[in-house]
């Protein structure tokens, strides 16, 4: 019996906790816009032709973590779960991005925060000898990660029609710590947001979306609400890192990793559907 107390009060601790450090989520109202871009050439040794062709997508409101998730939110959630904790390539934890994470691992964090708050978990998720099966749960209202859409649509600054290089200005040195102003990723929200009060869309740490990768998929994307191939081997990351150089910030930039793996320059950011 006195177990079960201590249990339950542990349980009801760690839920203090979380909700004590939720992120702050900022309103993005849906709009429509044109996502990607034409330009069939290379930037350096990457050719750019998956991000076209530049094509009409049109999105409902949504909610984003104003921040990418921080390691003091994710260590929470790992001392909650047991998932071990990810190295921080000695920079620091606290308010510094949370990297090293899995695709994967940023998924079973949406749903802990979801069970955390009193919201429906967004996934269905299965484990077996072949890897983690991921599925929506259609209607659920708890955290997620955002679709590769609606990740392009907030970082270009949403229904404010405002154009920039980097995601809310054209000076780099303004709203994003990358390879010419740094050589280790920074606490967050410690450069100027965009001009929804988002920080950090381009540099500091990459992030993951829900969406699969495929180069040929803005040729058949539908319209309203896309949310990428049904299927594939890898998910994309978006909005460069603290090592990235200037063309790998463009907020048409597409890129793409193992759902499992991990590396000191991946982290994420979260949504809600409003």
Not at 133 to 138: A, F, G, P, Q
Not at 152 to 167: D, F, I, L, Q, V
Request: hydrophobic share 30%.
């Amino acid at each position: 019996m006195i177990k079960n107390y201590l249990l339950t009060g542990l349980i009801s601790l760690l839920a203090v906790q979380c909700y004590s450090q939720a992120p702050e989520m900022v309103s993005v109202a849906g709009g429509t816009f044109y996502m990607g871009n034409d330009y069939t050439i290379s930037v350096g040794q990457k050719s750019i032709e998956d991000e076209a062709p530049e094509h009409k997508v049109t999105l409902n409101s949504f909610l984003m973590s104003k921040t990418e998730i921080t390691f003091e939110l994710y260590d929470l959630f790992c001392e909650a779960t047991g998932v071990e904790k990810p190295d921080d390539g000695r920079f620091g934890r606290g308010q510094m991005p949370a990297v090293n994470v899995s695709w994967n691992n940023a998924i079973m964090f949406c749903n802990w925060l979801s069970k955390c708050e009193g919201l429906d978990k967004y996934y269905q998720t299965k484990i077996d000898s072949l890897g983690m099966t991921v599925s929506i749960i259609e209607g659920a209202n708890g955290y997620r990660l955002p679709t590769e859409a609606e990740w392009e649509y907030a970082a270009r600054g949403g229904n404010t029609k405002k154009s920039y290089s980097y995601s809310g200005s054209n000076d780099y040195n303004k709203v994003a710590w990358c390879r010419r102003n740094c050589s280790s990723p920074k606490q967050v929200a410690t450069k100027e947001p965009n001009s929804l009060g988002l920080y950090d869309m381009s540099g500091n740490a990459w992030e993951w979306v829900w969406d699969y990768y495929d180069r040929n998929y803005y040729k058949n994307s539908p319209e309203d609400n896309p949310k990428g191939p049904e299927k594939g081997n890898t998910r994309v990351y978006r909005g460069g890192n603290w090592n990235s150089n200037l063309d790998d910030m463009r907020m048409t930039g597409r890129y793409f990793f193992a759902p499992n793996k991990s590396t000191n320059m991946i982290g994420f950011r979260i949504v809600r559907s409003n």
